[in-house]
């Protein structure tokens, strides 16, 4: 009998995506900070342009796989990040 060393799917592929999807907008969020408030504080922004600025930041997580995904959303601790380094004007 032949046993597997990858433990077993306890998320469904939709209970990941969801995880992932939520996961990706926090840290687009956040990197992209700065960027967003300038789109937003913009006169030419209106709050029904919202849903589509959402919308298209989510389109994001669709370059990765579903594996990727579920490695990322099964991963055990936080998830590294690149050290964050603060530009100078």
Do not use: C, H, W
């Not at 789109?39 to 594996?67: E, H, M, T, V």
Request: proline share 8%.
């Amino acid at each position: 009998m032949a046993t597997s060393s990858e433990p077993p799917k306890s998320k469904t592929d939709l209970q990941v995506q969801e995880e992932f999807t939520s996961y990706y907008l926090q840290r687009v969020t956040k990197e992209f900070a700065e960027d967003l408030d300038k789109i937003r504080n913009a006169d030419d922004f209106k709050n029904d342009a919202l849903p589509l600025l959402i919308s298209a930041l989510q389109q994001g997580s669709a370059l990765f796989s579903p594996d990727e995904q579920r490695r990322i959303v099964t991963a055990e601790g936080p998830v590294p990040t690149a050290p964050e380094t603060e530009a100078t004007d």
